[in-house]
């Protein structure tokens, strides 16, 4: 089955950055939709990025508009997150998502293991 594997989360003092990256076990052709989820300590999954390929729309959660962009590397294996000016309350886990189609029309998803960020004040 494809595997996501993230990287990229670590330690940051706030105002720095960080590149989150999650790299897909194989190339998928057809892949249609892209995200990135927060999840604070405590707290439940929340949207912060997403993506379509084929148009190029981007959505952005209010709190992280203007410092965050998703992107996708050209061989439609990676899906990036370029976190800017970060702070504390962006700390916790981050996902990455997904969604593709099979031959057959099929919709498929899968989800990253998660990168821990943590945000010094």
């Known amino acids: 089955q494809v595997q996501l594997v993230e990287s990229g989360g670590g330690l940051v003092q706030s105002g720095g950055s960080l590149r989150l990256s999650c790299v897909a076990s194989?190339?998928?052709?057809?892949?249609?939709?892209m995200a990135w989820y927060h999840q604070a300590p405590g707290k439940q999954r929340k949207l912060v990025a997403s993506a379509y390929k084929d148009d190029g729309t981007t959505n952005y959660a209010d709190s992280v508009k203007g410092r965050f962009t998703i992107s996708l590397d050209d061989a439609n294996t990676a899906v990036y997150l370029q976190m800017n000016n970060l702070q504390a309350a962006d700390t916790g886990v981050y996902y990455c998502s997904v969604k593709w189609l099979g031959l057959t029309d099929n919709e498929y998803m899968s989800w990253g293991q998660g990168t821990q960020v943590t945000v010094s004040s």
């Open positions: 194989e190339n998928l052709p057809r892949l249609y939709n």
